[in-house]
């Protein structure tokens, strides 16, 4: 659901995920876009569609609805629903919408194996817990998964799945080699039997910071939209090449004098300490602009940075223009209403990366796409 009663405008640069998705295509022969919760706010069919044209042999999405929704979009490349069928209809449509889905506990696959005698074959990805502790199969449930598959040949295990729980944390780099151990095991255990799976364990910071678990296919999500999982950290360096592709913006209100000593927005919890111009930006929580920014984010306009004053309220946020007005207090040229101020990125040396506003926002860059994805989007 888009929003669509506000000035919020999001730019979605798809040139960016072109060249995110190639700085990865040097690392690995096969990369899996993950285009899950709508793209994280970028869009799922325009994702698909920007990077369908490179070359992609799998997109991953997270729900099998998704799954079925990218399908009728016309996308008529493999996708994998990372998440399995949850019920009945989602059964159905794996075989309806020719789906992949991950298969992550015993009740979910006797569920699908009982549906492929009545549907037919069905390829299928199966998905272990080598220590996220979320979904999958415990490594030590392999040799029953590998008999259960053996006795139901309808069903052609086609992938074995993994998801690293720590690997963007250097410090964490003894569990990630922990969770590469049996993740191999279990692999090995598959193709011993005979299965020939593709061995799929790297999100985005295993991709970049950790060479063995590359194995035969990545699947990416945040580096594809430019955040670097490594953002603040000692190997921050290996997502340098990496470019945002969101790009957020609202207009100024109206551009007025604050005194000294004058409270501004809810609460006055900003109080003037010296004699300033403040922008009024059309844009608040309601927009998912956080109110967590409160007197703490920041925003660009005309290349500067000012700093967010007061309370983020529902639809408006005020911030100080004073440096960039130029001439003096008098002076409100510098700063107009109508013009724009940008919520993330922008231009000259105040543009906003995904990093800075999450750092403000308390959150990490996935957050904050996803939410402000949420707005009107339009593709350059
Ligand atoms: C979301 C997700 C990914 C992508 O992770 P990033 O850190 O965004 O690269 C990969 N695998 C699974 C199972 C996921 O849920």
Known sequence: MTINYNKLQVDIHLDNLRHNYRVFTKLCDSVIPVIKSDAYGHGL????RALDGEGVGTFGVGFVNEAVLLRQSGCDTRILALLGPVDDADIAALWEHDILAAISHMDQLEKVAKAASANGPLN????FDTGMRRLGFSPDAADTVIDFLKANPNLTPVMV???????????????????????????????????????????????????????????????????????????AELGSKLKPAMEVSAPVLQVHPLKKGE????????????????????????????RSLSNTGQMNING?????????????TAVDVTDIMGEGLDDLAGVRPGDMAWLLGGPGPGTITPEDL???WNTITY????????????YK
Not at 124 to 127: D, F, G, Q, R
Not at 309 to 315: A, D, N
């Open 45 to 48: 069919a325009e994702a698909c």
């Open 124 to 127: 299928i990805a199966l998905k």
């Open 161 to 235: 799945s993994s998801h690293l729980a720590s690997a963007d944390e250097p410090d964490h780099a003894a569990n990630v080699a922990g969770q590469f151990v049996r993740f191999n095991g279990v692999v090995e255990q598959f193709r011993d039997a005979g299965f020939d799976v593709e061995a799929n364990l790297a999100n985005s910071a295993g991709s970049l910071g950790h060479e063995i678990c590359r194995l035969d296919s990545l699947r990416l999500g945040i580096s594809m939209y430019g955040g670097n999982p490594f953002h603040g950290t000692e190997w």
């Open 263 to 290: 409270g501004i927005s809810y609460g006055w919890t900003h109080v003037a300490e010296r004699d300033s111009v403040v922008a009024i930006v059309g844009a608040g929580y309601a927009d998912c602009y956080s």
């Open 304 to 316: 500067h940075r000012v700093p967010i004053l007061g309370r983020v309220c529902m639809q408006m």
């Open 358 to 360: 999450a750092g403000w």
């Open 367 to 378: 957050e904050v796409f996803c939410l402000l994805g949420m707005n009107q989007r339009s």
